[in-house]
């Protein structure tokens, strides 16, 4: 149980074109799912809080009009990174926390979706 | 500003060794200790996690021990494997922030047969 799949796994798009990274719970539902960012051999950065019928919250210095939530049921959230450049190039993770009788303290994560911009 | 440090940045130990990852807090309102452990090109995956009124949970070959008063917790992994060779983060979150995780530095750890 608790599986968080991600879709595409991997994608690479041109500069200026716009990309959308799906982030399902499959066998639970989640009013909540976290976006992250990890570069390289580093930590996880967390871009947005995705709240299933109202709007995200985004952390200090993520512009949130670059990249665009939605969350519209609760088993789905997506990313669009929008008019995307080679600095928005990087490994973005999804993370579900299970809500209503499925509820824990524990998030589970999405394998992740490697982006590259060209 | 919420932070938690995580050592050593990397570890090597020999196959059956024990590898010993510390980290540290500062907010004392944190309520939740998950570790996580990530493979390369994969999402990180919850190994174990203890909450601050215990002080020691095991779970097969790997334990947390949590310092209340010393605002440090620590992942313990007996019997390493070559297996285990992975990048392990700790992180730390608050129930009613929303859960919203804090993630450590991360430990890359290298099991040699």
């Known amino acids: 149980g608790a599986v968080v799949s991600q879709h595409p796994s991997r994608v690479i798009c041109k500069s200026g074109t716009s990309v959308k990274i799906e982030c399902r719970s499959l066998?639970?539902?989640?009013?909540?799912m976290f976006w992250y960012r990890q570069f390289p051999k580093k930590s996880l950065m967390l871009m947005a809080t995705s709240n299933e019928g109202s709007k995200a919250t985004y952390e200090q210095g993520v512009e949130k009009d670059k990249f665009l939530i939605n969350h519209a049921s609760l088993t789905l959230s997506t990313l669009t990174v929008t008019s995307a450049h080679p600095e928005d190039s990087s490994f973005y993770i999804c993370?579900?926390?299970?809500?209503?009788?499925?509820?824990?303290?524990?998030?589970?994560f999405g394998p992740g979706t490697r982006l590259t911009v060209l | 500003q919420q932070q938690v440090k995580q050592s050593p940045q990397s570890l090597i130990v020999q196959k059956g060794g024990i590898s010993i990852i510390n980290c540290a807090y500062e907010n004392t309102a944190f309520d939740y200790f998950p570790w996580y452990q990530q493979f390369p090109g994969k999402g990180p995956a919850l190994l174990i996690a203890?909450?601050?009124?215990?002080s020691e949970k095991k779970e097969g070959r790997f334990t947390i021990s949590f310092n209340k008063s010393a605002k440090q917790f620590s992942l313990h992994i007996m019997d390493s494997q070559p297996g285990d060779s992975a990048t392990y983060f700790c992180?730390?979150?608050?129930?009613?922030?929303?859960?919203?995780?804090?993630f450590g530095g991360g430990t890359r750890v290298l099991v040699k047969p």
């Open positions: 066998d639970f539902q989640a009013t909540t």
């Open positions: 203890i909450r601050p009124d215990v």
């Open positions: 992180a730390a979150s608050i129930e009613a922030a929303g859960n919203k995780l804090t």
């Open positions: 993370s579900a926390h299970p809500s209503g009788s499925w509820s824990t303290d524990t998030q589970y």
